[in-house]
């Protein structure tokens, strides 16, 4: 880990608001290119007069949210947030308070949010010091290449590898993910 960290340099995580916006945006961007996903979700904006609120959310109709560009499975999981929200399912303003396990509980609760979209929301929107998501393709081939690992190594082993990171794994998961940047332009 030394040595991808002075290879990258200082840490300078994107961190993001803890708000609907930013959580719509994770759902949004799941599984697509990053540009694709970006114009998908600036068509969203637009739709919603570049206020993308629960509401604005669910005065669109479906087929709107479909001429973004979303797919029927991403605008009903962006759907669910909206409704949750507005129920106060899920409260943006109680996440910071709450420990880890609990916001995820609290997020998962959303079609199209699990363990893994709650823990980015975790690291990136509420800052939090100590994430260590197991399940992340890109931290995992990191630790398979840096660690010398002939195989992808399995959530037990990427716990152990990571114990001496504590209470800094999240710093750690953002120089794995630079590592993995780093290493495709070199190449």
């Known amino acids: 880990m030394a040595a991808i960290i002075e290879r990258i340099?200082?840490?300078?995580?994107?961190?993001?608001?803890?708000?609907?916006?930013?959580?719509?945006?994770?759902?949004?961007?799941?599984?697509?290119h990053g540009k694709a996903a970006a114009t998908i979700f600036g068509r969203l904006l637009t739709a919603c007069d570049a206020c993308l609120t629960p509401e604005s959310v669910l005065k669109l109709s479906i087929e709107?949210?479909?001429?973004?560009?979303?797919?029927?499975?991403?605008?009903?999981?962006?759907?669910?947030?909206?409704?949750?929200?507005?129920?106060?399912?899920?409260n943006f303003e109680q996440l910071p308070q709450m420990d880890d396990e609990d916001v995820i509980e609290h997020l998962t609760r959303v079609k199209g949010i699990g363990r893994w979209?709650?823990?980015?929301?975790?690291?990136?929107?509420l800052k939090r010091p100590d994430v260590m998501p197991v399940v992340d393709l890109g931290i995992n081939m990191a630790i398979k290449r840096a660690y010398r690992k002939r195989k992808v190594p399995k959530p037990p082993q990427i716990l152990?590898?990571?114990?001496?990171?504590?209470?800094f794994r999240s710093v750690a998961c953002w120089y794995l993910w630079r590592s993995m940047d780093v290493q495709t332009q070199e190449e």
């Open 9 to 32: 340099g200082p840490y300078k995580p994107r961190h993001a608001e803890p708000n609907f916006e930013n959580l719509a945006r994770s759902i949004a961007y799941q599984q697509l």
């Open 64 to 90: 709107q949210m479909r001429a973004c560009g979303l797919s029927k499975q991403k605008l009903s999981y962006i759907r669910d947030l909206a409704e949750k929200t507005i129920s106060g399912d899920v």
């Open 117 to 125: 979209s709650a823990q980015m929301f975790l690291m990136f929107a």
């Open 160 to 167: 152990k590898i990571a114990e001496p990171w504590r209470p």
